[in-house]
């Protein structure tokens, strides 16, 4: 079955300290897709990246970045000096090459305070 | 480019009553799914279409729940009789394809619903 866990419930951190959220995964498939959405107090989803199970390259997007290691079946999230605005929900996803639809973990929700 | 629209925004009613969630996708995309998400917890798939048939709806009650996508645009939700455990955020998302290469999913801002 597949599944993901985000064990961390909640993380509060100071402006200006890096953090990083954990993502652990299981799937049974070869092909794969893991995500990143963040979820701010509005409740609109917003899709922050997307790596396919053939790339273990980690990624640095500005502030943000990603380590997906499938050795550990992680794909952990780090943000840079934070910032208020990073305060957010924030969900690691699973998906199937063939159908699609995601699988989302619990959510770790993050504070970020000046 | 216009986003997942979705409405109502905001609904409460009491249990056994009837309601109704409406969705409209970004333009050309051919994959739509709908998403309860419970206070505290992930969005989980109720249904997922492709233009207007049904590729996975394993997780939709079908006791009270149905969906359809009528000429493959736009989509409703319905739930009848509700139930006080169906008080959740209703999340509509679309993606070009549920193809591997195309399975972005675009959001919507949701349906919060209260069942008193």
């Known amino acids: 079955a597949q599944k993901v866990t985000q064990a961390q419930t909640e993380i509060s951190v100071v402006e200006k300290e890096d953090v990083t959220l954990d993502c652990v995964y299981e799937?049974?498939?070869?092909?794969?897709?893991l995500f990143w959405y963040k979820q701010p107090p509005s409740g609109e989803l917003v899709f922050l990246i997307r790596r396919n199970s053939f790339d273990e390259q980690n990624e640095i997007s500005g502030r943000y970045s990603w380590n997906f290691q499938k050795s550990t079946s992680s794909f952990n999230f780090t943000i840079t000096a934070s910032q208020v605005v990073d305060s957010a929900v924030y969900f690691c996803?699973?998906?199937?090459?063939?159908?699609?639809?995601?699988?989302f973990g619990k959510g770790t929700k993050l504070s970020v305070k000046p | 480019e216009a986003g997942v629209a979705q409405s109502p925004r905001y609904k409460i009613i009491e249990k056994r009553q009837s309601v109704a969630f409406w969705c409209n996708p970004i333009?050309?995309?051919?994959?739509l799914y709908w998403y309860q998400q419970i206070l505290g917890q992930g969005p989980k798939l109720l249904i997922q279409f492709q233009n207007n048939g049904v590729v996975d709806d394993s997780q939709l009650p079908k006791d009270r729940f149905s969906a359809e996508r009528l000429k493959g645009v736009d989509s409703t939700l319905k739930i009848q009789p509700a139930k006080l455990e169906d008080s959740a955020v209703y999340l509509c998302a679309s993606s070009l394809s549920h193809r591997s290469s195309y399975n972005e999913q675009f959001f919507g801002p949701g349906t919060r619903l209260t069942v008193l």
């Open positions: 333009s050309g995309h051919a994959t």
């Open positions: 799937t049974r498939d070869t092909t794969y897709y």
């Open positions: 996803a699973l998906s199937e090459a063939v159908r699609g639809n995601l699988i």
